[in-house]
């Protein structure tokens, strides 16, 4: 193994500092910058433009809050079970933020990048293909289609008016849209480009890696958890939950 | 079972829409609102004012980033462990925010606000006796010591500072002051007020519930966790981690 | 710090042998030891006789499963989220195993070594002591009373039996049974002893340290959750119970 | 849905009895069988024979334990951070257990029956076949190789004789070993069949689905992980694995 296996660069402290990729954490970071920037900072080692901060914080906000997701469920039921460790209650719900509920993100971002490319090596009809490619196996395509907001995901165009407004409509929100165009068409049907899609584009066009994308995701539902974990402390849902849970779930011997 | 106890505040959303708390989610506060704004909103329910904002960013800020942390190392060594998954490296992390590393926030400012109940009930001379308490029990005081800074946490100074430029320096960090100079007398040497002591009397002053500030830490500690986990999948620390673990915990058959 | 801070006695392993307590792992304990009587040698560092092995086992199988608990909703959402990561379900419900549904083994396992100490010096009453103290301030006593089995927890009598017939009913039993006298008295109304609370007075008459207690209620209740995932796999209730958490926590804007 | 969706056969409770999959808990099930028979009952739908028994067990038993490995390093690192909540430490050691630690169970039983469905289609010369494959690949074949355990991991032949003692030695340990050979000559070196390799044979022929095997190694490991937490709390090795973690991994400001 080589010294570089052997080091960090994300921070250290000392005895009267703390030092954070380079910087003097205390005199140079806290009280000039905000959480979401220093997100960003941590994350991709440079600090952002204003309009990539309206653009992140707006990401970041769509998906604080969607009611009762199973991640907020999970949490209310967690926070019922172990009231002393509030931690607990919201890293268990963001245990949940996996390939089923938010993981098109990274999966949209990804197939993003492989149009561009693609495109970039002179290939043509690049989304034609890939939206009859996913038609023909019937597969979902990562970023389009949403159980609950029908026939469109109404945060889709307001995420990309404020990319637009600050300048950061580019390339990738371009080749979304065009794919929404193809995917349509191979479906047969209206296929909304959904929240998590979007953002996924956006994301590009900020510059955010995607192998950060995921973890986004989490730190947006961790804030977003708080306020359910404070309304349970006075609400008490999850005895209701897991009675319902009971009542609808019946137990049954017949084979 | 009443109606109330089957009812939440938070959210909810339909085919064409999120409501949050009264608003409508993508139309109102998408755009509008950076994500800390929204943490306070979802948290006590109202808008902060800039002032508050600004406090707020820089105590979250300051506990995003620590270098190697138990937290951090925890989520490094869950990288390696699932690298598919992100979110149990992150969430991994957060279970450890708990009373050794984070409680004090919460334990300091419980304190603090038991102090000032008692101050409005006519009680002399409380921070003497609390200190003098603590020193006979030999117990440490929330919010006051810290295994890394000797013999000052070099953040305190820095989020008072904040706090003053943001006319955030009430009551609370003045009783914490106060109770800094009879710790030092009742123990017979200088302990610092740490970061976590400081963010407690910070975030009683801009108004954040009791019941949020461990919660608060992990949100902050979540999007520190971000950075190590982007930094870890090009580092793999963890193997490096465990190795020092075994070479330094070593077997014994000895009774 | 001493040298004993850096020392394990659990285990190690070498190019060829695993070493664990002092034991050969591959040629003295696998094969020969049971998983049950492996836990009781890796926990109290002895071997339990046949009969504590029976009374272990009964206290491990009853907790194992009692249907749809917080902690196996939790893990039946947690496998519909991250469907590719078994143990992720698994441990999310574990994480539940917390005060309030299992913490009272251990609470009443305190409480008889608590009345056992006083008993040794001397004094007298103290079931009736305890049990008019818990009335007074209308706390729960740990290991009495239960939501769903009333008047009578079914699983109480049945391990007083299976610990009769192994010669385990000692003077823990005993006192739990005398708290039963008492406590029925001081409140006025049958209070039964629960499982757990059975559970914690047989432990204790094996020897298993209280320290140890919860993390047995873990261990059983993993076992358990493994049906609940296998079941998962094929029945998907998660989406089910969202559906009813969603139906039955109505979102509304009045304050 | 159908109806279905909502049932399950798992379990139940009720004010005076407990139904698990179709049995009398508390009369037929309590007493009557060890923690592995209702490990195996609650996953497979049916009692174990008693060899069956024996080789689940010695599975379970070889996994507990295996010296400071990741998911025991975590776990005592969140024992020192949430001292308050045992179960925190060992659910999130658990977490651990994923495709790099354990995943090589199912892996290699998942190939040992795509074999089994090749051979039975006629397929000849498979083993060489797919050790070639994954040799021109340079990827590692499913149970195969150890970090530590070199040239040859000491618990295969141990499981394999445990496995020919119960007449559990048939067509899948045969066809591993068949594999072994092949493996050998396609590396052009020595790779040992590791222990969860072997496992993975193991449990398919004692008639284990595929889907509950990493789930057997949590359970296997949750075991294993009651003993470290004992000894973390009067031992704190967790300080001196943080501290190593600090001393090994450096900070730089170096690009």
């Known amino acids: 193994?080589?010294?570089?296996?052997?080091?960090?660069?994300?921070?250290t402290s000392t005895t009267d500092s703390v030092r954070v990729r380079g910087h003097d954490m205390i005199n140079d970071l806290v009280g000039r910058y905000s959480y979401t920037e220093m997100l960003y900072f941590l994350t991709c080692g440079s600090f952002?433009?204003?309009?990539?901060?309206?653009?992140?914080?707006?990401?970041?906000?769509?998906?604080?809050?969607?009611?009762?997701?199973?991640?907020?469920?999970?949490?209310?039921?967690m926070a019922d079970s172990v009231p002393e460790e509030p931690q607990v209650a919201i890293a268990a719900g963001l245990l949940a933020i996996g390939s089923?509920?938010?993981?098109?993100?990274?999966?949209?971002?990804?197939?993003?990048?492989?149009?561009?490319?693609?495109?970039?090596?002179?290939?043509r009809d690049i989304h034609r293909t890939i939206a009859r490619a996913y038609a023909a196996q019937r597969k979902p395509?990562?970023?389009?289609?949403?159980?609950?907001?029908?026939?469109?995901?109404?945060?889709?165009?307001?995420?990309?008016?404020?990319?637009?407004?600050?300048?950061?409509?580019?390339?990738?929100?371009?080749?979304?849209?065009?794919l929404q165009v193809?995917?349509?068409?191979?479906?047969?049907?209206?296929?909304?480009?959904?929240?998590?899609?979007?953002?996924?584009?956006?994301l590009l066009e900020i510059k955010v890696p995607v192998a950060a994308m995921r973890a986004f995701s989490v730190?947006?539902?961790?804030?977003?958890?708080?306020g359910h974990l404070l309304e349970e402390q006075s609400q008490h849902s999850a005895r209701a939950i897991w009675a319902a849970a009971k009542r609808d779930i019946r137990y049954t011997e017949e084979p």
């Open 141 to 178: 395509v990562p970023g389009f289609g949403h159980g609950t907001h029908k026939p469109d995901d109404p945060r889709t165009p307001r995420l990309f008016e404020i990319a637009r407004d600050n300048g950061c409509h580019g390339a990738f929100v371009a080749s979304l849209l065009a």
């Open 182 to 202: 193809e995917v349509d068409q191979a479906f047969g049907r209206h296929l909304t480009i959904n929240a998590t899609g979007a953002i996924g584009a956006l």
């Open 219 to 226: 730190v947006s539902r961790a804030g977003g958890l708080v």
């Open 100 to 123: 089923v509920y938010a993981g098109t993100t990274e999966s949209c971002a990804t197939l993003l990048q492989e149009i561009a490319e693609r495109e970039a090596k002179g290939e």
């Open 1 to 11: 193994m080589t010294d570089k296996a052997h080091t960090t660069r994300t921070g």
């Open 48 to 77: 952002p433009t204003p309009p990539q901060v309206r653009v992140l914080d707006a990401c970041l906000v769509t998906l604080m809050e969607h009611g009762l997701t199973p991640s907020a469920v999970i949490s209310r039921l």
